[in-house]
T-cell receptor, first 113, second 114 residues
Framework: DAKTTQPNSMESNEEEPVHLPCNHS???????IHWYRQLPSQGPEYVIH???SNVNNRMASLAIAEDRKSSTLILHRATLRDAAVYYC??????????????FGTGTRLTIIP | ETGVTQSPTHLIKTRGQQVTLRCSSQ?????VSWYQQALGQGPQFIFQ???????GRGNFPPRFSGLQFPNYSSELNVNALELDDSALYLC?????????????FGSGTQLSVL
């Protein structure tokens, strides 16, 4: 599985935008970039995913570098509820027996009131 | 729609015992995956079931086994428990959609092995 690298931790002020980086220099041309987050005492929660183009949804935006070797998850206006561990995951095309998510240690985001 | 539910939420066992964890998938989902999460680590893939057949397995020994039932609920069984099996066990359900597939996780079962 291609590897991702994320900072161990980040802090941000409440109501400010947050940019969470992810490096994936060994990404293959067919790997999708997925983001999940895990709030305290809960299972991971899907946030967003993309292949090449930038993506927006109600939770966040995903900015993908032109060479696809890095991406950034953007929370436009952080709230205390966004405090969580954020995981950047590369997902290969489906192959029987290969439909797993490979989690790293993620970025622990702390929101300062 | 109902979410993914897991039972029990907490469990304490002793070394050598056997344990069964249960998961009820989200309505309409045909795939269930199980993950193990040690303290301070990301979840690690155990295995996945698709339409009642095992469909991929991570680096876990055979004493970790599972079942998926016709209603797409699932069980994770662990035999001969070891101290290192202490972890949060997460179940995730999904509807197979290739790389666009989104997993929906339960809140997990916290297993402590003494």
């Amino acid at each position: 599985d291609a590897k991702t690298t994320q900072p161990n931790s980040m802090e941000s002020n409440e109501e400010e935008p947050v940019h969470l980086p992810c490096n994936h220099s060994t990404i293959s041309g067919t790997d999708y970039i997925h983001w999940y987050r895990q709030l305290p005492s809960q299972g991971p929660e899907y946030v967003i995913h993309g292949l090449t183009s930038n993506v927006n949804n109600r939770m966040a935006s995903l900015a993908i570098a032109e060479d696809r070797k890095s991406s950034t998850l953007i929370l436009h206006r952080a709230t205390l509820r966004d405090a969580a561990v954020y995981y950047c995951i590369l997902r290969a095309p489906p192959n029987f027996g290969n439909e797993k998510l490979t989690f790293g240690t993620g970025t622990r985001l702390t929101i300062i009131p | 729609e109902t979410g993914v539910t897991q039972s029990p939420t907490h469990l304490i066992k002793t070394r050598g015992q056997q344990v069964t964890l249960r998961c009820s998938s989200q309505s309409g989902h045909n795939t269930v995956s199980w993950y193990q999460q040690a303290l301070g680590q990301g979840p690690q893939f155990i295995f996945q079931y698709y339409r009642e057949e095992e469909n991929g397995r991570g680096n876990f020994p055979p004493r970790f086994s599972g079942l998926q039932f016709p209603n797409y609920s699932s069980e994770l069984n662990v035999n001969a428990l070891e101290l290192d099996d202490s972890a949060l066990y997460l179940c995730a359900s999904s509807q197979r959609q290739g790389p666009n597939e989104k997993l929906f996780f339960g809140s997990g079962t916290q297993l402590s092995v003494l």
